[in-house]
């Protein structure tokens, strides 16, 4: 024989196989761990990628709401600008309307004299039939 006894040999084949149950066993934690860190990477490497693009998108939201409001303060001011010159062509606009409604009132005036002076006229003027007719019988 070997010096092997039949106990040793077992021992020593219960030790191989348990070393290698180990390291399968070991070899499948590690990929499982390393499959689980893969995991974790890709998922903070989403992460950091989503969040690059927020950050992209809110720059591009800022820059919009500030083109959004020079565009607006441009809009107001043009609106105040038109509103200052609607005021002031309405503010001509009622002063011509007095102008014109003075001119009104002084040709009624002018016309309500030729009115009485066309009346008296008439008036004479029938007087002066009466009289005419009075002297001719």
């Given at each position: ?10 021992v020593?084949r219960?030790i ?17 761990g ?36 020079q ?13 200052a ?26 016309v ?10 008439k008036q004479?003027?029938s ?11």
């Amino acid at each position: 024989m070997n010096g092997s006894t039949p106990a040793a040999l077992n021992v020593k084949r219960s030790i191989d196989r348990q070393r290698k149950e180990q390291r399968a066993v070991t070899s499948i934690l590690s990929g499982v761990g390393l499959g689980l860190l893969l995991i974790i990477v890709g998922c903070a490497s989403l992460s950091a990628f989503g969040g690059y693009v927020l950050w992209k998108q809110i720059q591009q939201q800022s820059v919009t709401v500030a083109q959004m409001e020079q565009q607006l303060n441009q809009d107001l001011a043009n609106l105040q600008a038109r509103d200052a010159e609607l005021a002031s062509g309405l503010e001509s606009a009622g002063a011509q309307l007095a102008k014109q409604l003075s001119s009104l009132e002084q040709m009624r005036s002018q016309v309500s004299r030729h009115d009485k002076d066309v009346a008296t006229l008439k008036q004479r003027l029938s007087m002066v039939e009466g009289d005419s007719a009075g002297k001719r019988r």
